[in-house]
């Protein structure tokens, strides 16, 4: 299965993986309308010191913990990716808790988030690789 | 001196409409152009600093942002430009020799725009490179005079080594230390892909670059840093750096600050110590002196390798090539003044040497009338910009072009010229890690390799147009050239006619 | 109007040419009366003839035949040529009077030895001697021009359509072991006798349909070696790459048919180690005299033809045989004039050289 995979030798820490992701998933056409003035909901996270930087985002385990401690039945797995339910989330925030990654957050409204490989909009592939200057996120089969 | 009397070159445009503060570009600019106020939750910009690389305007997402020329002016005056002004404060202010990096910006002549190229109407078809084959293979390297045969009369076929160029195109000198590894990573991979070469200049080859040996052509300088026995078996052929198109006449300084680490080994000299190009070779004062390196060279890699010999163009060019190719070398690579640099006197850069397209003219026509032409290959750069760049210099003599710039372009520069501080956005010309790593080599080899195929296509297409299905066929082919607003003293030293003759 | 050398004339042709291998003679008529069917390929601007074994007599003799512009053109050519070499004939070419061809020239026929003391003296080969003259005097000598200087052999040529050519000279009187006729299409010129077909270096002559796009290439590159491209023509160029290779770099004619039509690299990659060895050596060594662009020329030599094509093919060109005779035309038309029942027809490969030579003895 083709996942999102980062290479942390070419991550620059610019964080444009997260405006492009929190704009991707603002369902609007234009970043500046969707992102400006408003606080930012990015699924991938750029992590790092003043050496290296990685983003991080949804591992889409094989097994994930994330989906097997979901007390409502918000999260599930569908054709290897992780999906999550955000009208069955509970917020009880267990997931968060449980992801050995950090790569569950709380999202706006303290709905939980996470990465769904940008299946759920209309970019198409993931936007953070799309939009990465430097090929540090890749999306492929490994 | 608390007057600052210039003012800032650009003006930082940032449309706060759509500016979503999201700090990229204070987060990318080496300069420290912008900043984040986080009272007021917008981004701040220092104009003087800004060198319009346009590392921000190109990762912008919302592209907020544009630099535009400062439009605060002095007084016109068509004698004393704005420039020459600037020139003048800054040097009042410093006592220094100006600095400039990449070639001369000047609006002089660009004699390739005044060239135009022939194709073929109903006297002989035009060939369609899609559907015919289309050859651009070259091969660069001494002939010989005549042929010998073996007792059973078979031809002798040995030839003294020649380098084998799928397009006449090489990437041209550029040190590790002027550019970054990665730059060079991607260059030196890009050259075995494309079946063409690329020049360590005068930095010496990296340990990790030895593997791509046979599309690298190992430079020896006048600094002669990190030349031995090893590297210069390493590459596919050995350049004399006798002078440089952007500088004639003058060596190198790499400032000690990017002497480290691997620069410091690779260069083979100690670490934060200045690596200082002498002007002429020290053991060279003469042409007969070049016979003396020449023939080193060839002794020391046991004349398996051709030796090509590269000089700025310059007023006498043609007899100093004449010279050069009675001297024992193979190629000569000449360099125009247009020629790009990480760092040069800007008097220098903006003042010595001549345009390439002249130079060219007068070197293939002199090694021509001296019957002396077969004996040597030529090799042009100093602003070889485009597909069509390359078809005129093969029509007006040239064997191969050097690119540097346009490589350098692809790779991601934007021309601001100032590498000599050290501070590439783009991770080219810098050797600090957190600006090297903005270059991936993955994309730079791929990005090089597509512009060169383009190039390759645009070649074929052009030949194609003149019924010439050949590269060989098209060079020093001057009767598919006609000049356009030239005078007859440049068509005579063009050796073309006038449009319409 | 610029004239022909002044400027550089683009011209579609038609071309013939006929061998005997046993070297049996055959009168000037035949190949004549073969470029009448192709008279749609020529414009009457120029039309010439060769022939190889026309001068049994002064066969050991290099035969120069001349324009000159008037007679004082010819007098002071005179002395000059009397410096270098002993006379032994010197005659006016007989010509027919015919209203086609019209505003000839005075046409000159010497057949003439070099001074051995100048040979001596200038340290050159005969051949070398002869050729060097030539330049000379077409290059220096205004209103004087060389168009045929080998031994036994000779060009005629005009103004005109080859067949009026043909009568003009009497080529009907002549007879040699083998001919070349060629048909001149020029786009653009005002017709000069010099500038007609064949082109002839000593005993090399070459005639020509086509129009190469590596001309200049190929010009600057064989100028290098003392040749000057006085008339800007494909065929001159031509006639002096195939006397650089042959006579100068002493190539077979195999080896530089393989100079001037190389195979493509994609074909020499495909070929045997040693071919490829040495195909890739003739293409290097000599990467200038490769030809692009349309030829089909049939270059005549003392005992034989050469036939060939460009790479591509771009001109017309067959190949006929009956008995011992070859022929060669840009149409078969020509052929079935020359032999209505020719035995064998084809049309050669682009680059394949076709090779004809007297039977051993015969020459």
């Known amino acids: 299965m083709k996942r999102v995979y980062v290479n942390e030798e070419w991550c620059l820490g610019c964080h444009l993986c997260e405006y492009n992701c929190a704009f991707a998933n603002s369902g609007e056409i234009d970043m500046s309308k969707a992102l400006k003035g408003k606080p930012v909901f990015p699924r991938v996270k750029i992590d790092g010191d003043e050496h290296i930087n990685f983003a991080v985002s949804c591992r889409h385990c094989d097994d994930p913990i994330c989906v097997k401690s979901c007390i409502s039945g918000a999260l599930s797995v569908n054709n290897g990716v992780i999906q999550i339910d955000h009208n069955k989330c509970v917020k009880c925030l267990t997931c968060i808790l449980v992801c050995p990654y950090g790569a569950v957050s709380e999202g706006e409204h303290g709905i939980v988030q996470k990465c769904e490989l940008c299946v759920e909009n209309s970019c198409g592939e993931p936007a953070c690789v799309k939009g990465c200057p430097n090929r540090a996120i890749v999306y492929e089969e490994r | ?46 104009e003087s600093k800004c060198v319009n690389c346009q590392r921000c305007v190109s990762l912008c997402p919302t592209r907020a942002l544009k630099i535009v020329k400062n439009e605060c002016r002095l007084r016109e005056n068509a004698n004393w430009s704005d420039s020459t002004i600037k020139e003048i404060y800054k040097q009042a202010n410093s006592g220094g020799v100006l600095l400039s990096s990449m070639g001369n910006p000047n609006p002089l002549p660009v004699y390739w725009d005044k060239i135009l190229i022939n194709a073929s109407q109903v006297t002989n078809p035009s060939i369609d490179p899609l559907r015919e084959p289309m050859e651009t293979k070259v091969f660069l390297g001494k002939k010989p005079d005549k042929i010998t045969r073996n007792e059973d009369g078979s031809l002798n076929c040995e030839l003294l080594t020649q380098l084998e160029l799928s397009m006449p195109v090489m990437f041209s000198a550029m040190s590790y230390g002027s550019i970054s590894y990665n730059a060079h990573a991607s260059l030196a991979r890009a050259s075995k892909e494309l079946g063409i070469f690329y020049n360590t200049g005068e930095g010496g080859l990296h340990e990790d670059f030895y593997c791509y040996g046979e599309n690298t052509i190992v430079q020896v300088a006048s600094g002669r840093f990190g030349v031995y026995e090893d590297y210069l078996e390493a590459g596919a052929a050995v350049e004399i750096k006798m002078g440089q198109g952007a500088k004639p006449g003058i060596g190198g300084h790499l400032p000690g600050a990017k002497i480290v680490g691997d620069v410091s080994r690779t260069r083979m000299i100690p670490e934060g ?3 200082i190009s002498p002007a002429p070779h020290h053991d060279i004062y003469s042409i007969e002196d070049l016979r003396q390196l020449v023939f080193s060279l060839k002794e020391a890699t046991e004349y398996k390798k051709p030796i090509i010999v590269k000089v700025a163009a310059v007023h006498n060019i043609a007899a100093i090539a004449s010279g050069i190719a009675r001297s024992g070398a193979d190629i000569i690579a000449i360099d125009g003044f247009r020629g790009g640099t990480g760092a040069a006197p800007t008097r220098i850069r903006d003042n010595v040497g001549i345009p390439i397209e002249l130079a060219l003219a007068s070197v293939d026509q002199r090694l021509r009338d001296e019957g002396i032409r077969n004996n040597v290959s030529l090799v042009v750069g100093g602003s070889i910009r485009s597909a069509s760049d390359v078809v005129k210099a093969i029509a007006l003599g040239a064997d191969a072009c050097y690119i540097a710039t346009a490589a350098v372009l692809a790779l991601g520069c934007h021309l601001c010229r100032t590498c000599q501080t050290g501070k590439c956005n783009w991770g080219i010309a810098t050797q600090r890690p957190e600006l090297v790593k903005r270059l991936n080599p993955d994309m730079g080899a791929e990005r090089l390799v597509n512009l060169m195929t383009a190039w390759q296509h645009e070649i074929k297409e052009l030949m194609g147009g003149m019924g010439i299905n050949s590269i060989e066929s098209l060079r020093g082919n001057r009767l598919m050239l006609r000049g356009i607003g030239l005078t007859e003293k440049e068509l005579e030293i063009l050796g073309i006619s006038h449009a319409g003759e | ?51 190889y074994g026309i001068y049994p007599e002064y066969k050991d003799f290099y035969a120069m035949h001349f324009f000159f512009n008037d007679r004082a053109a010819r007098k002071d050519c005179e002395v000059f040529l009397k410096e270098r070499f002993e006379i032994v004939q010197s005659e006016r070419i007989k010509t027919r009077k015919i209203p086609a061809i019209t505003d000839e020239p005075v046409i000159w026929r010497y057949f003439l030895s070099p001074l051995k003391s100048v040979l001596t003296s200038m340290q050159m080969d005969e051949k070398e001697f002869v050729a060097n003259t030539i330049v000379k005097i077409n290059t220096e000598f ?34 040699g072991y083998s001919w070349t006729a060629h048909g001149r299409y020029p786009t653009n010129t005002p017709g000069w006798w010099g500038g007609a077909h064949p082109f002839t270096i000593l005993d090399y002559s070459i005639v020509h349909n086509g129009e190469i796009s590596s001309y200049d290439a190929n010009r600057r590159f064989i100028e290098m070696f003392g040749y000057k491209c006085n008339l800007q023509t494909d065929t001159e160029v031509i006639a002096y790459i195939m006397d650089y290779l042959l006579r100068v770099q002493k190539l077979t004619l195999e080896e530089a048919a393989e100079v001037i039509a190389a195979p493509f690299w994609s074909t ?47 001109r017309s060109m067959v190949v006929g045989e009956k008995n011992d005779k070859v022929f060669i035309a840009s149409e078969e038309a020509a052929i079935r004039v020359m032999e209505p029942d020719v035995s064998k027809i084809y049309a050669p490969a682009g680059g394949e050289p076709v090779i004809v030579r007297l039977k051993e003895g015969t020459f």
Do not use: W
């Open chain 3, 268 to 314: 020499i990659a495909d070929k045997s180690e040693s071919e490829r060895k040495k195909l890739t050596y003739l293409r290097t060594v000599y990467s200038s005299l490769l030809i692009t662009g349309p030829f089909s020329i049939v270059f005549g030599f003392n005992g034989g033809l050469m036939a060939l094509n460009d790479r591509l093919k771009l």
């Open chain 3, 142 to 175: 205004k209103g004087s021009y060389v168009f045929s200087s080998g031994k036994n052999m000779g060009a005629f040529k005009a103004v005109g359509f080859p067949e009026d050519v043909g009568e003009f000279y009497r080529l009907e009187e002549y007879e």
């Open chain 3, 1 to 51: 109007m610029k004239l022909e050398g002044q400027v550089r004339i683009p011209s579609g042709c038609a071309i013939a040419a006929v061998i005997s291998k046993e070297g049996s003679r055959m009168s000037g008529e035949m190949i004549t009366n073969a470029m009448k069917p192709m008279h749609d390929r020529s414009n009457g601007l120029g039309g010439g003839f060769a022939g």
């Open chain 2, 273 to 275: 110590s200045d690596a």
């Open chain 2, 1 to 46: 001196m608390s007057v600052e009397f210039v003012n800032p070159e650009f003006e930082v445009i940032r449309n706060d409409n759509r500016c979503i503060a999201c700090r990229v570009c204070e987060r990318q600019c080496a300069n420290e152009v912008h900043l984040f106020d986080p009272d007021r939750g917008i981004i701040l910009s220092d």
